[in-house]
DNA sequence: CGCCTAAATTCAAGATGTGAACGAAAGGGC
DNA sequence: GCCCTTTCGTTCACATCTTGAATTTAGGCG
């Protein structure tokens, strides 16, 4: 309803959760500075604090002389107060990793998905609950289960909110309650669902590339391609949680046909996998016979230092990606754009110079002047460590709600 | 820095400012029903609207009776407690209207612009603020200023805030302080300006075919091609105000060329000047002589009855527009898409079952079933309306915070 | 005229942030 | 060693706010 607040107790807990959020955040922070930073008066800050330290969810954390007056005394969020974890659902694996408050990794397993090429259908879900229920249990063995403050996870496909129904239309889900499977499947702390462009995203604006800007596009492109939009501060979801998929965006009206069914998708001409397909195309299978894509990206980028052929066609994909980037400086008018994504990631580290000026070339002037490009921080982990993000989210702004 | 709520002063304003919006959008309501809608106590609504009638503000407005009991007394935003202008600058002319606060048209007035055709630059900034102002003085004429909340003014470019500065990168405008040239060209009400494609969608939202989304795009297609994209309830803006150029998205790699420079825009193969130019080029030059491109849409709507050569470049530009929509719905997520602007509205009323279709092949099916395609309602004094409600929208979340 | 119902207002209570006063913890000068 | 200064942190009286309950108001109905 009117979310915003009306009574006087709300006030508490929007207050508290600013503080709480600005010490995760910016670190060891003293009241002083948190008064200042918050703009709640001094006395409040006290309030508070004095609170989550009650709680234990912050504590002391050394001090910091003041030129000749009472010594600060540093605050922060206690690492140790919880566990949080996180699984990246990819499309031929899945990754499960444990973290403490701070996102610190405390234990990481990686489980492959059974291949089934033949049949059309990649993975069935109940394959990858199993797999991703295994990985769980395997990361939280001898875990306190009351210490774990929730598991999140990133899926290839977009996530409706509740229920929680992951929709991935490029590999066959539809309607799927990802959350009460897990649930089934024994998992039994609070389940999180997320699409994993938008977990990636929110992992790189935490701890990454895109630390300090309030608006941002992260980009992923992987096998296919998707984005997270980072709007004020916060991602961008739309009217059922499906905004953001850049990688079916028309960039050549009646080009390529995208395995989502359409004819100039983005994905068709930039996704690691349309590359690589590309290459095979142009060179007449003369080569890259690999299944792993990543190696044959690889390979197509060592290739391209002495072979013509594979320079055009890693030319190609950086200049429609520019075109692609450039749509979205357009539409959103970002201060940053973050290229990550294992094929994002091996591209961006040769090509980001001609990606950008592609970019630069296609945009307008003015919000292109105002924009910076960079390349992800985080690696390809970041998806399961934003995935991990989710349940910390939910603490720093729930906290006083429960 | 953290604007939301610190104070429970604040709370006070913000009650305030939701019970006089919900009072200016839904119309005339009891303080019960406000009761209800706000999720305030009785009490509090009492408290608030008591206010808000001591300061003329808000006025009764007849009663209801309730079965058996006390009747209920409406309230409602008095019309007369103010007023407020608009001006809808275009490429060729400027439209100054007066409204009170209910957007009851009490003026308006229409004044050429001086066209330069043969100077590559259509409008001098200078030639534009001296009718801008003229038009004003024309609707306030024998109007009491204090009456006059402010005048909102809509610009076929980007607008930056704090300070006001306008880029146009189509009719040559840089660094422009308009709200500054009008004040020294004599206007002495409160100035707010903003792109003309998101002060007509702010119109829709409040007025026309918007109600009620919370997630929406609004359209403008005319000569150019704009779009404003309300993001959860309001104006998505980025990070410079820039956000929304949907018309120099590119949809055709390396197509044609675009009056921005880059190839390939989407305005390039559906703005309303492209489309009559198109139709020039397929007939070589045997059709459409006149200036007036708003004349010459219609003539070609007229020959598609006829000429398949004119239906085909209506198609066409049908299915372009299609492609640039079905970007939007993948990438926003919104539930309602509004065309506007005279093109679109001239377009859509033929060929908007052939659009709709279009997007439907185009973007992903989920996305595409949330959402409905409508056209606008409001016709093309939308964006003089919307620049009338910038003042509005200031004094409703405003009042409080003054 | 009195009774009934429902809306609106009043009132006391509970919760919160704030500024000013107060207390605490150092360093520096003598 | 003592006192002063500086700066950070806490306490407390106060003003403001929302709220639920009690009370008042305004009509309909018998």
Not at 198 to 205: D, F, L, N, R
Request: glycine letters at 12%; proline letters at 4%.
């Amino acid at each position: 309803m009117t979310s915003k607040h009306a009574t006087v107790r709300d006030l508490r807990r929007t207050n508290r959760a600013t503080v709480l959020s600005r010490l995760y955040f910016d670190g060891p922070l003293s009241r002083f500075e948190l008064s200042g930073i918050t703009g709640l008066s001094a006395a409040t800050v006290s309030n508070v604090t004095a609170e989550l330290v009650r709680e234990r969810l912050v504590v002391e954390a050394g001090q910091v002389e003041s030129d000749g007056g009472r010594p600060r005394v540093l605050l922060r969020v206690d690492p140790g107060y919880a566990m949080v974890a996180g699984v990246d659902i990819g499309e031929t694996g899945v990754k499960a990793e444990l973290f403490d408050l701070a996102m610190n990794r405390l234990a990481a397993v990686d489980l492959p998905l059974p291949s089934k090429r033949g049949n059309s259908k990649q993975a069935e879900p109940a394959a990858v609950v199993a797999q991703a229920a295994a990985g769980l249990r395997e990361v939280l063995a001898g875990v306190d289960e009351d210490k774990v403050l929730g598991v999140g996870v990133g899926v290839p496909g977009t996530v409706e909110q509740e229920p929680v129904r992951v929709h991935a239309q490029t590999i066959g889900w539809h309607d799927v309650p990802l959350a009460d499977l897990l649930c089934e499947a024994g998992v039994s702390v609070p389940v999180f669902v997320e699409n994993g462009a938008k977990t990636q995203g929110q992992a790189e604006m935490w701890f990454g590339a895109g630390r300090g800007a309030r608006h941002a596009v992260i980009l992923l492109i992987g096998s296919g391609v998707g984005a997270s939009v980072i709007t004020d501060g916060t991602i961008y979801r739309g009217s059922a949680s499906s905004a953001g998929e850049w990688g079916h965006t028309i960039i050549q009206y009646g080009g390529r046909r995208c395995r989502c069914g359409a004819s100039g998708c983005l994905e068709a001409y930039v996704g690691g996998e349309a590359i690589v397909e590309r290459y095979r195309a142009v060179r007449r299978g003369k080569a890259v016979a690999g299944a792993d894509e990543q190696a044959n990206l690889a390979t197509l980028l060592v290739a391209a230092e002495k072979s013509k052929t594979a320079a055009r066609v890693l030319d190609e994909a950086a200049d429609h990606l520019g075109a692609g980037i450039a749509n979205l400086v357009n539409l959103f008018n970002p201060e940053r754009i973050v290229l990550g994504g294992w094929a994002g990631l091996a591209i961006g580290a040769r090509l980001l110079p001609r990606i950008t000026e592609a970019v630069r070339t296609q945009a307008l002037r003015r919000p292109f002047e105002q924009l910076t490009i960079e390349l992800g921080k985080l690696g390809p982990d970041a998806v399961a460590v934003g995935a991990a993000t989710l349940p910390v989210a939910a603490l720093l702004d729930q906290r006083g709600t429960r």
